[in-house]
């Protein structure tokens, strides 16, 4: 088991150069624009930290279910693989207008139904109304769900994802865990701040490569390391 700070440093990397520039990040960003920014980031983050505990646990369990040179093995060709992967998206995949079009347009569709379908229920009662408010806003708002929704679901099976499993299989868990929480609060926060204007300045395509060669550098590492017992 490796050290604490190598999970630590290797994960907050990973994490930085996979989410910038990420569906999540653009979605946050462009729900930020519509909605308080507080909620929006609460919503996104929480959803990240649990799908970041959630893959780490994975990562974590999988030694204790088969054994550590398979898991070592399949980490390194992960890496490699995601790295290969990162770098054909980035040279040959649509840029980074596309993807922030996409997913506007796929909010704008959401909002738009959301929109009709909170006309169509303005014929509740006010009262009861208000006494819903005031039990359930307190912890949980429409808000909150939509932005814990879709990031959890966006970023379900993503490469961010796997390549957290395979690193807290081949790395100290705990490092892995607090990596990549901070990486996640970084991303978001810069996300839900900047808004679609920083999002659109962000060049997919050099940070497709960055994290390209990092995942590569990450494999090739793990290639070369002895394999523990």
Not at 85 to 107: H, M, N, Q, T, Y
Not at 108 to 117: F, L, M, R, T, V
């Amino acid at each position: 088991m490796s050290s604490i700070v190598q999970g630590f440093t290797k994960s907050l990397a990973m994490t930085i150069l996979s989410e910038i520039g990420d569906k999540t990040f653009f979605a946050a960003a462009i729900l930020a624009m519509r909605n308080p920014r507080r909620l929006v980031l609460s919503g996104c983050l929480s959803a990240l930290i649990v799908m970041t505990i959630l893959s780490a646990l994975v990562g974590w369990a999988a030694p204790n279910l088969i054994s550590r040179k398979w898991t070592h093995h399949v980490t390194t060709f992960l890496f490699l693989g995601f790295g290969l992967w990162s770098l054909k998206e980035a040279i040959f995949e649509e840029g980074d207008a596309e993807e922030l079009a996409e997913v506007e347009a796929e909010l704008d569709k959401n909002w738009k139904a959301k929109n009709g379908a909170t006309k169509d229920s303005k014929k509740v009662d006010d009262a009861t109304k208000k006494q819903k408010r005031s039990l359930l806003s307190q912890f949980f708002s429409p808000i909150f769900l939509q932005a814990f929704s879709i990031t959890f679901f966006g970023e379900w099976g993503d490469k961010s994802q796997l390549a957290t499993i395979g690193l807290a299989a081949d790395e100290n868990p705990f490092g892995v865990v607090l990596g990549g929480i901070l990486g996640q609060a970084l991303c978001t926060s810069a996300a839900v701040v900047g808004g679609k204007s920083l999002a659109s300045q962000i060049s997919e395509k050099i940070v497709g490569l960055s994290g390209g060669i990092l995942f590569i550098v990450f494999g090739i590492q793990s290639f070369l390391s002895p394999v523990e017992s």
